[in-house]
């Protein structure tokens, strides 16, 4: 249950920036989640609605979910290249020495309390 566990974390975050901000509940939160980082947004999503309606602060939260597409590095020819088309073999010169620039993270991009009119 890598989903659960990911959603465990990110809410401990918002019960954090709650109680720094006197909030009592949440009405929704933006999180960006990298293309690779192994997220499956629909489960993620089934998973979320479980988690919410355990915890009181995020009862009825929304989620809101942008998508960061994985982008890798190539040392040897100093170009970038879509991740999930290519992999690790860069398509430009056929060289292993690349690495990851994005899409591996999760952050909590934005949260809005609940009833807030802005
Ligand atoms: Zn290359």
């Known amino acids: 249950m890598h989903e659960l566990g990911i959603i465990v974390q990110i809410s401990k ?3 954090d920036v709650a109680q720094e901000n006197h909030l009592e509940k949440i009405g929704s939160v933006t999180l960006e989640i990298g293309e ?3 997220i499956v947004s629909d489960y993620f999503d ?3 609605k479980f988690y919410c309606k355990k915890t009181p602060l995020l009862e009825g939260a929304k989620l809101h979910v942008i998508a960061i597409s994985a982008i890798t590095h190539c040392t040897h020819c100093q170009k970038d290249y879509e991740t999930v088309r290519y992999g690790k073999i860069c398509p430009h010169c056929q060289s292993d020495q690349t ?3 994005q899409g591996n993270e999760i952050n909590i991009k934005e ?3 609940y ?3 802005c």
Do not use: H, K, Q, R
Request: glycine share 12%; hydrophobic share 45%; proline share 0%.
């Open 13 to 15: 975050t918002l019960e």
């Open 36 to 38: 690779v980082s192994g």
């Open 46 to 48: 089934d998973c979320w």
């Open 99 to 101: 690495y990851l620039i």
């Open 111 to 113: 949260i809005e309390a």
């Open 115 to 117: 009833g807030a009119s």
